[in-house]
């Protein structure tokens, strides 16, 4: 009788996942794209978000010592190993990571197959999905690329966020509950051009909240998700006794987004969290285009909404002539770039990793923290290398989408 052979442990290759965007949900943006990166491998992942996290070796501004080493599990369950068992894998050369900053952009903004939860560079070249009508069709193909590792439990909220969730709906929710969510502070274009980076201010949303109120008499309770003190305070006044909000330390007083504040790190992190989640347990949802508002609904499937940045739209995009051209030369770069990158060149093999710092390549080792500040950028890396070839490429790529549209203002 034969038995089927069993694959040694020493044969399995993991994807160590060391780092990710600044913002919460932008990590999360961060570490799906490269949970997306590993099933193509075939690559077993292992997520650990250290204190130099943010874009390679930048300042995670949710890392807070007291609340552990790994960022990541501030919020959601483990994916891979205890540190002790990923030691030994390092050891018996079986973990691998991206190997530049631009690898992991190239997932986040070159790579058609990744989750975009902005519609920029890739979709805003080859594609225009920020101008125009509200493209829900493309939009819900991306949310389902997310709610893959969402279903068979790849990612997992933590249980006592989802307590402090159930706890407060429960309190404060009124038989229908209206969600907003409002992004101010530093939001800026960072890529997504100046319909979608615009900011969208409370006196916008009342005629929208006027009219779900008189169409649901039922609904006496507004849940606020805001990074602006001065924006709820706003709608406290217009709708007096109907505001709800959770968040306290995340909000900010300024332009300056609060996570960059020195204090309450991991707190303004589970603010954000619990926000989200409150959101996706509202029965309908007013909301811009911001990280927020888009998980609230990529969490809850069922959940009706409008964006305002796409009800309203002042800069009308142009096509400019050479646009064919360039979108050409776009899809057939992005496809050799992943074909190069995913053949070997955008992976390296970890030679150790001491829990803020990741080294690779054991034949010449090097250092994956290569910024110091958050406003840092990379380092060039050596002129003959792979890692000056993603450089290279992602530049190239920018250069070409930046041509793609011009902006005029509607009158």
């Known amino acids: 009788m034969n038995t089927p052979a069993t694959v040694p442990e020493t044969n399995i290759k993991y994807m160590l996942i060391c780092n990710t965007a600044d913002g919460l949900v ?39 010592p007291e609340n552990g080493p790994n960022v990541w599990e501030y919020h959601y369950e483990p994916i891979g190993p205890s540190m002790d068992e990923l030691q030994r894998l390092i050891r018996a050369g079986q973990v691998y ?50 709610r893959e590792f969402l279903r068979d439990g790849t990612i997992r909220f933590k249980p006592i966020i989802l307590e402090q969730v159930r706890q407060f709906a429960e309190r404060n929710f009124s038989e229908e509950t209206l969600g907003l969510q409002l992004r101010g502070s530093d939001k800026f274009d960072f890529g997504v051009g100046p319909n979608l980076s615009r900011k ?53 007083d300024t332009d300056e987004n609060s996570f960059n504040e020195v204090g309450a790190k991991a707190a303004r992190g589970v603010e954000v969290i619990v926000d989200l989640l409150l959101l996706s347990h509202c029965n309908y949802v007013l909301k811009c285009h911001a990280a927020v508002g888009e998980m609230a609904v990529t969490i809850n499937a069922d959940l009706d909404f409008l964006d305002l940045n796409y009800a309203r739209q002042p800069f009308e995009a142009k096509s400019r002539l050479l646009r064919p051209f360039l ?8 496809a050799v ?35 110091i500040k958050a406003a840092e950028k990379a380092s060039r890396p050596p002129l003959i290398s792979g890692r000056f070839a993603s450089a290279a490429l992602a530049s190239g790529l920018s250069f070409l989408a930046a041509r793609c549209y011009t902006y005029a203002r509607r009158c």
Request: aromatic fraction near 12%; include cysteine.
């Open 26 to 64: 932008a990590q999360l943006n961060g570490v799906v794209v490269q949970l997306q990166l590993a099933r193509r491998l075939g690559l077993k992942p292992i997520v650990y978000l250290h204190r130099r996290s943010n874009m390679f070796g930048g300042p995670n501004p949710y890392f807070d």
């Open 200 to 252: 969208v201010e409370p006196e916008e949303y009342f005629p929208h909240i006027d009219r779900y109120l008189a169409e649901h008499p039922n609904c006496t309770r507004i849940f606020v998700a805001t990074d602006q003190r001065q924006w709820l305070k706003t709608l406290e006044q217009a709708y007096p006794g109907k505001i709800i909000s959770f968040s306290e330390w995340s909000l900010s």
């Open 327 to 334: 979108t050409a030369g776009i899809r057939a770069v992005s």
């Open 97 to 146: 990571t991206l190997s530049t900053a631009s690898d992991l952009v190239r997932l986040f903004r070159w790579e058609p197959h990744s989750w975009f939860m902005n519609p920029y560079d890739y979709y805003r070249s080859v594609e225009n999905r920020a101008d125009g009508e509200y493209p829900a069709e493309w939009w819900d193909a991306q949310r389902e690329k997310a």
């Open 337 to 371: 770039w992943r074909s190069l990158a995913e053949s070997g060149s955008g992976m390296s093999q970890v030679v150790s990793f001491n829990g803020d710092d990741v080294v690779v390549e054991p034949a010449r080792p090097r250092s994956l923290n290569v910024k």
